[in-house]
């Protein structure tokens, strides 16, 4: 991963063959919960691309040159983001794991993407910080504040399957991606939080039967959030490798467009 970038051109152009790399942001500590998270580097990989992890745990000096370099941006899920960005409760008891300084890398990892004009896909918690870092709120707990009839929250080895169906716009580019549509999707779940108010920029282009915010896209910034975790799906259901293969080539696109 080290020598693709490092070979982002010397004289101003690389190699058109080299695969895209594609940067995640992740939360090491929360691996031992998120086992699953592992399969995102196998489905980058067999998606086409090359995974280039990185820690937010901790402040990440100068990430925006980081992210300057690579040709896509996943960022991916984990604990609750800080409510103090979206005027929550920071003493609610149903919160976990609450890093500020993983939602601010994630921040400034986001903003690096814009810049540079490359694609940019949420995942989970990714997909509730972009929302509020672009003016929308979230739901703290869905059992307490949304109670709606669709089970959103299972168990870790859950995630192996789908576990609900969203209706996909059949004119998103996710719906393109995936190669499915309508409101018979399935997807599978682990979040206790949720999109309450979207942000005014995007565009909602899946929901459960339930009525809550499944996927988002705005299409000006080469954003695409979904709320699910198609990282995992990759390996037994085609529709989720479509959507990581989706995402990588319009990642190489942008790269040989650039180059």
């Given at each position: 991963m080290a020598t693709g970038i490092a070979d982002h051109g010397a004289a101003g152009r690389e190699p058109v063959t080299r695969r895209p790399i594609i940067a995640l942001t992740y939360s090491p500590s929360e691996l031992e919960i998120f086992y699953h998270w592992r399969y995102m580097f196998e489905g980058i990989v067999a998606?086409?691309?090359?995974?280039?992890?990185?820690?937010?745990?901790?402040?990440?000096?100068?990430?925006?040159?980081?992210?300057?370099?690579?040709?896509?941006?996943?960022?991916?899920?984990?604990?609750?983001?800080?409510?103090?960005?979206?005027?929550?409760?920071?003493?609610?008891?149903?919160?976990?794991?609450?890093?500020?300084v993983r939602d601010e890398n994630e921040r400034l990892a986001w903003e690096a993407a814009r810049a540079a004009g490359i694609p940019v896909l949420a995942i989970c918690r990714g997909s509730q910080l972009l929302t509020v870092l672009l003016g929308g709120d979230l739901y703290a707990d869905l059992r307490r504040d949304f109670d709606g009839p669709v089970s959103h929250r299972s168990t870790e080895e859950a995630l192996n399957e789908c576990t609900h169906t969203i209706d996909l716009d059949p004119s998103s580019e996710l719906a393109g991606w995936m190669g499915a549509s309508g409101p018979e999707v399935g997807v599978n779940s682990q979040h206790h939080q949720g999109i309450r108010t979207p942000a005014g920029e995007v565009t909602i282009v899946g929901r459960s039967a339930d009525g809550l915010v499944e996927a988002f896209e705005w299409p000006e910034a080469q954003l695409v959030a979904v709320q699910w975790h198609p990282e995992v799906l990759w390996s037994t259901d085609e529709h989720h490798l479509g959507l990581l293969r989706g995402f990588v080539e319009k990642a190489e696109r942008g790269r040989r467009a650039r180059f």
């Open positions: 998606a086409g691309g090359v995974p280039l992890a990185i820690d937010c745990d901790t402040k990440v000096e100068d990430i925006a040159t980081l992210v300057g370099r690579v040709d896509a941006l996943i960022i991916g899920g984990g604990g609750d983001v800080d409510p103090e960005l979206y005027g929550g409760d920071p003493e609610d008891p149903t919160l976990w794991d609450v890093n500020p």
